[in-house]
């Protein structure tokens, strides 16, 4: 299986910054997609960004332009740059990674256990 370690979080005043890693590791064929959710009190989790094998990347609207994705596709590690934090970007932050198995190539995700981040005004 696939075990997923995230860090990172904490708390930071608005507008400063955050930069939170996910490492994934496990014996599969390969990692897909390779992101991070967030989920605050009372609220559905929501996608904050994705990014592909590839490199191709998307963002949640409210995240345009202050959260940046990245990958290391050797290291199998996502990272999520966050700048200018507003308190409204304050969640809890998951990391989920795409991933296919040797057998049969099924594709499962495999979520982490969450990082807190708290933005304060």
């Known amino acids: 299986q696939v075990q997923l370690v995230e860090s990172g979080g904490g708390l930071v005043q608005a507008g400063g910054s955050l930069r939170l890693s996910c490492a994934a590791s496990?014996?599969?064929?390969?990692?897909?997609?390779m992101g991070w959710y967030r989920q605050s009190p009372g609220k559905e989790r929501e996608l904050v960004a994705n990014i592909r094998r590839n490199g191709n990347t998307n963002y949640a609207d409210s995240v345009v332009g202050r959260f940046t994705i990245s990958r290391d596709n050797l290291k199998d590690t996502v990272n999520l740059q966050m700048n200018s934090l507003r308190p409204e970007d304050t969640a809890v932050y998951y990391c989920k990674v795409q991933f296919q198995e040797h057998l049969f190539r099924s594709v499962r995700d495999s979520w982490g256990q969450g990082t807190q981040v708290t933005v304060s005004s």
């Open positions: 496990g014996r599969v064929f390969s990692f897909n997609d």
